[in-house]
């Protein structure tokens, strides 16, 4: 069973910015996709960024020049840079990885999540 621990949430001022990182408990090597995804009050969870093994990234256009996702494969980790926070950023974000296809049964793991709060 893979484990994915976030952390790096908190509050933080409009305008200001934080790391949130996944620690995934095998190499990252190992997945198709890792990615991060965040839920606010009331409101679906969205997809905010995803790298891919190739190390493509895509953003949600909310976020697209404000954040970052990079991967440290040596540490077994994701990062999401997050920079020039709004108020509206304020969800709880989770991390998520996917096997790839050609698993016979491939598997889509979570974190437990992180809460981000942005105080205007």
């Known amino acids: 069973q893979v484990q994915l621990v976030e952390s790096g949430g908190g509050l933080v001022q409009a305008g200001g910015s934080l790391r949130l990182s996944c620690a995934a408990s095998?190499?990252?090597?190992?997945?198709?996709?890792m990615g991060w995804y965040r839920q606010a009050p009331g409101k679906q969870r969205e997809l905010v960024a995803t790298?891919?093994?190739?190390?493509?990234?895509d953003y949600a256009e909310s976020v697209k020049g404000r954040f970052t996702i990079s991967r440290d494969n040596a540490k077994n980790t994701v990062y999401l840079q997050m920079d020039s926070l709004k108020p509206e950023d304020t969800a709880i974000y989770y991390c998520?990885?996917?096997?790839?296809?050609?698993?016979?049964?491939?598997?889509?793991?979570w974190g437990q999540g992180t809460q981000v709060t942005v105080s205007s």
């Open positions: 998520k990885a996917v096997e790839p296809i050609w698993k016979l049964v491939p598997q889509t793991y």
């Open positions: 095998r190499s990252i090597f190992s997945f198709s996709a």
């Open positions: 790298v891919i093994s190739g190390g493509n990234t």
